[in-house]
């Protein structure tokens, strides 16, 4: 089935450093995927997405390219902020397992950012 | 718009006793989910709705209930809690029209089971 494996956490970094989260997947089709943050206490929300292969998805200064040869969706942000801690997301949609977008998860990655 | 609403944020249950988590999507969507938040294990979907008096199982669905009576609201009933039920727990909605599929979250409803 489909899956996806994201880096563990946490990841510690100082402010303005760089940041990378390794993301890899699975899939039996050919999936959509998406990077999700979640700032503590709060729910999931959608930092950014690609439906295609050597699409580029961002937002907030954070980028991440779909990479089919290597089934790979790095994230990644050229200068951190400590409003960037948080733990982020990894997950796939795949039209060829889920007609309405069900959403497989990583485990997540815990990120923070000291000043 | 509000967005997704879950309620309570909290709650605390003892072995054996039944609830009822709430959530409500003003957003018009068509699709809700329930999922269940863990450490090191990511979102798991527990059941899911494509729209009013449809619903279907997800990956974990076991030791829960949902019905879907109209496109806002989407409640998860614990019927008998355990202390494996212990989680955070999510519900989303999605418009099925807006591929790729985004979902929006609610805060969220942090249960413990004694």
């Known amino acids: 089935g489909d899956s996806v494996t994201q880096m563990e956490g946490p990841v510690t970094l100082s402010e303005e450093a760089f940041l990378t989260i390794n993301c890899t997947y699975t899939a039996t089709g050919y999936p959509s995927l998406f990077w999700y943050v979640q700032y503590p206490g709060e729910g999931l929300q959608l930092l950014l997405k690609a439906t295609k292969a050597d699409d580029k998805g961002s937002n907030k200064g954070f980028e991440a390219t779909y990479r089919k040869e290597t089934t790979s969706f790095h994230l990644e942000k050229g200068s951190v902020q400590v409003s960037d801690s948080a733990v982020y997301f990894c997950a796939l949609s795949d039209p060829a397992t889920d007609s309405w977008g069900k959403l497989q998860f990583g485990a997540g990655t815990q990120v923070v950012v000291t000043p | 718009n509000a967005g997704v609403t879950q309620t309570p944020k909290f709650q605390v249950l003892k072995t054996g006793q039944s609830m009822t988590l709430q959530c409500a999507q003003d957003m018009n969507h068509e699709y809700m989910s329930w999922y269940r938040q863990d450490p090191g294990m990511g979102l798991r979907l527990i059941h899911y709705?494509?729209?009013?008096?449809?619903?279907d199982q997800g990956e974990v669905p076991n030791g829960y209930n949902v019905s879907r009576s109209t496109t806002e609201d989407f409640p998860l009933r614990l019927l008998s809690a355990a202390p494996s039920q212990t989680s955070v727990y999510f519900c989303?909605?999605?418009?099925?029209?807006?591929?790729?599929?985004?979902?929006?979250f609610g805060p969220g409803t942090r249960l413990t089971v004694t």
């Open positions: 989303a909605s999605s418009k099925q029209d807006r591929g790729p599929y985004e979902q929006y």
């Open positions: 709705s494509v729209g009013a008096g449809i619903t």
